[in-house]
């Protein structure tokens, strides 16, 4: 390569500017070499040099030329070589990263490394691992398949309401029409085919289009039906088809069991427009899609679409943006919206359509909601089944009917401790206690997976008292209890205990599907999208499990949580029963979830944060600093905390700093402090400056997280 620069004025250099890998937050001059003209463009992936190392890069902006630099292109460096196929990055990904790095107080190098995976950055020569098949599941898998149709099914009225709404919004030019809708439809509504029908209409266009789904291996019958719906539009490719292979075709399902080289191939197929469809989880949404139609998001009140590790982005958020940056019609979708959204959609941010009613004249499923107070006397101590839903499970056993069981706590008991002596063992990375595990015989941490032998006495040197007990009931004891209570059932259970491999999950729900198994009990991981037309009953244990964390969301996710589990019930013939088990029944929520009543329960709880400024009535961030020294980490949330007041002014608002409830995990100490307000301009460009300042490599971490979800 000729390093060699014509001065001719007439001849322009081209120059890129290049973010390096590098924790340095700023950018870098380069010159596009002429063999390279064709491939460098705004988000590609560069090798330079620096200094005396070869590095990596992102290319942000191409120029002609620098107006008067022309002088200097000859001292510019050139680009050594493009890395991976170029283009990877969009150009309006690019922006998008920009966007975050921005709102989300986090360096820009940062921001480009989570829009993009790391195969994609990083130069190595990818080989193309198969992965593993397994006969038995997809002998079940095509036998499941074939129970999804692939025509789409004559529309409800509400369906075609809505559909004729969006579609005129998607084919709408003007960004007031194209602002995004809420799709608020109760459980079993079809919102999934209004997903599929505009999804089907953007492609006809010639546009591609993204979903995204909370997790995709919990979703397997969403991504089912996109397969069914989509996959034969165009061939797939020879030995595609089914279990975790990429699928070939209009469709990229984006998911975890995908290795590295297969990864890269979705990625350059997405790009090249092979594959215009793409779904996958929260990182989906930075797919490279040209053109893109429309983005949808299922399940949008999920917390798992927010990423807990710097930048902090909600990929819902993110999908908003996205969407405005390139005129698509996003849609987010729930049965029980996040106050946030619905907010939104109240204030006439978002466009609102409803869906009411469930599909094919089905009711939603009567809840009764049981005092375990009362049933604790009735019973003389306590009782895991109170009377009804231990009656209710037999009569469902008798009719050959399924039955749910949701008890969002795996393990057996979540803490072991001594009556004697008041030991509680607890771990010693994190401020909590640990929980004991009855089948691996150990005490384990849900923080951080610290796991010990459980032990028989106090370990109490002065103690050692054999009566050491354990407290709080896990998804372990609840499988033990319905066993000895319902002897002859057949019974699984789903948690992230049993569900170790990838396939576990699957196989379950077809067993369960197939009619293999009576009763289904887990955590949360049997609350999502669900659609199995035998159950008719649907027990939430202990409803009150996650209402009393200190965090001002713990009542919207009870009632979300609830309100979809018991929405898996009566998807049938047979009209379906929820059965809700808590010792606080007087508790404003159970009375919304009694009714389902989100609207209601929207009314009150948005008064409670209005009153209280919390979001969706205000913006928040939240600063938190962590350290393996408690003092050091107070130490510098404090003098952050002076420096805040000091640039901002009182014009801020600012909680803390305090420890954080939680306030060790994984050996590392945290404070936070919380910020109100911090969307104003004035403020943000201050929060920026802060946080570019602080040393990035230093002990004590300190991350900036804007609109948090995670409060402990
Ligand atoms: P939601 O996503 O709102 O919970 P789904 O889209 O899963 O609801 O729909 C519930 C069930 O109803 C699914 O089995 C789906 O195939 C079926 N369904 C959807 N729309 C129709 C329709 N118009 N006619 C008949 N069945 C439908
Ligand atoms: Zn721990």
């Not at 491939?39 to 942000?60: D, E």
């Not at 098949?133 to 898998?141: C, H, I």
């Not at 609350?527 to 159950?535: H, I, S, T, Y």
């Not at 050996?667 to 919380?674: F, M, Q, S, T």
């Amino acid at each position: 390569m000729s390093l060699l620069i014509p001065r001719d004025s007439r001849v322009r250099s081209r120059i890129a500017i290049v973010r390096v890998d590098l924790h340095i937050n700023r950018s870098f001059h380069y010159l596009v070499p002429e063999e390279l003209r064709e491939q460098v463009m705004a988000g590609t992936r560069v090798q330079i040099s620096f200094g005396r190392r070869k590095v990596l890069g992102t290319v942000l902006e191409v120029s002609e030329t620098l107006d008067g630099l022309e002088v200097a292109a000859d001292a510019l460096k050139p680009i050594l070589e493009v890395v991976g196929a170029s283009g990877l990055i969009t150009p309006a990904v690019l922006q998008l990263a920009k966007w975050m790095a921005d709102y989300y107080l986090c360096p820009l190098d940062l921001a480009l490394k989570s829009v993009a995976p790391a195969v994609v950055q990083k130069k190595g020569k990818m080989r193309a691992v198969r992965s593993r098949r397994d006969p038995e599941l997809e002998m079940a898998v095509t036998e499941a398949s074939t129970l999804t149709s692939s025509e789409p099914p004559p529309l409800m009225a509400q369906q075609e309401a809505v559909l004729s709404r969006m579609f005129e919004w998607l084919d709408a030019d003007s960004s007031q029409e194209k602002k995004p809708v809420l799709l608020h439809g109760i459980t079993g509504s079809g919102k999934t085919e209004v997903y599929l029908q505009v999804i089907a209409r953007a492609l006809e266009q010639g546009k591609g289009a993204i979903m995204l789904v909370p997790e995709i291996s919990l979703t397997p019958q969403t991504v089912e039906r996109l397969r069914a719906r989509f996959a034969p539009l165009d061939k797939p490719e020879p030995n595609a088809g089914t279990g975790s292979k990429p699928e070939g075709g209009i469709l990229a399902v984006l998911h975890s069991g995908l290795s590295q080289g297969e990864r890269f191939r979705e990625w350059q197929r997405i790009r090249e427009g092979k594959a215009r469809l793409v779904v996958g989880a929260r990182s989906a949404i930075f797919a490279p899609v040209m053109n893109l139609g429309v983005i949808v998001v299922d399940e949008e009140h999920e917390h798992s679409y927010k990423q807990e590790e710097h930048p902090r982005y909600h990929a819902r958020d993110v999908a908003v943006m996205r969407g405005h940056f390139e005129k698509a019609l996003v849609i987010l979708g729930s049965a029980t919206p996040a106050l946030e959204s619905y907010h939104n959609a109240i204030k006439g941010k978002y466009h609102l359509c409803r869906m009411p009613e469930r599909v094919d004249g089905r009711h939603l499923p009567k809840i009764r909601i049981i005092d375990m107070r009362q049933e604790t006397l009735r019973q003389k101590g306590f009782a895991i089944f109170s009377e009804p839903l231990k009656s209710g499970i037999q009569l469902r056993l008798e009719r050959g009917e399924q039955v749910i069981l949701y008890l969002n706590r795996r393990g057996y008991s979540s803490s072991m401790l001594c009556p004697k002596c008041g030991f509680v063992a607890t771990c010693p990375h994190c401020s909590v206690s640990l929980s004991y595990h009855r089948q691996a015989g150990t005490l384990q941490c849900h923080f951080c997976g610290y796991a010990a032998k459980a032990f028989n006495v106090c370990p109490q040197a002065e103690c050692r008292d054999p009566s050491i007990r354990f407290a709080g009931m896990g998804t372990e004891k609840l499988e033990e209890a319905v066993s000895r209570a319902f002897p002859t059932a057949r019974v699984a259970r789903m948690d992230s205990d049993t569900m170790t491999r990838r396939d576990a999950y699957e196989r379950t729900l077809l067993r369960f599907r197939m009619g293999k198994i009576d009763i289904l009990l887990g955590t949360q991981m049997i609350a999502k999208g669900l659609d199995f037309p035998r159950v008719t009953l649907v027990g939430i244990v202990f409803a009150d499990l996650g209402l009393h964390f200190p965090d001002f969301r713990s009542g919207e996710r009870t009632f979300q949580q609830i309100v979809q589990v018991a929405g898996r019930a009566g998807r049938g013939d047979v009209e379906g029963e929820v059965v809700v088990q808590t010792f606080t029944p007087q508790h404003p929520v159970m009375k919304h979830i009694r009714k389902q009543d989100y609207e209601g329960f929207y009314q009150e709880e948005i008064g409670f944060r209005s009153a209280l400024q919390y979001p969706p009535c205000c913006r928040i961030t939240k600063i938190e600093c962590a350290s393996e020294q408690s003092s050091r980490a107070q130490y510098v949330i404090q003098q952050l905390h002076k420096l805040l007041l000091q640039r901002l002014g009182p014009s801020i608002r600012v909680l803390g700093p305090s420890p954080s409830p939680i306030e060790k995990v994984r050996g590392r100490y945290r404070h936070h402090l919380i910020l109100w307000d911090t969307r104003k301009k004035e403020h943000r460009g201050i929060l920026q400056e802060i946080f570019a300042s602080l040393p990035r490599d230093g002990e004590v971490k300190v991350f900036p997280d804007v609109d948090p979800i995670q409060m402990l």
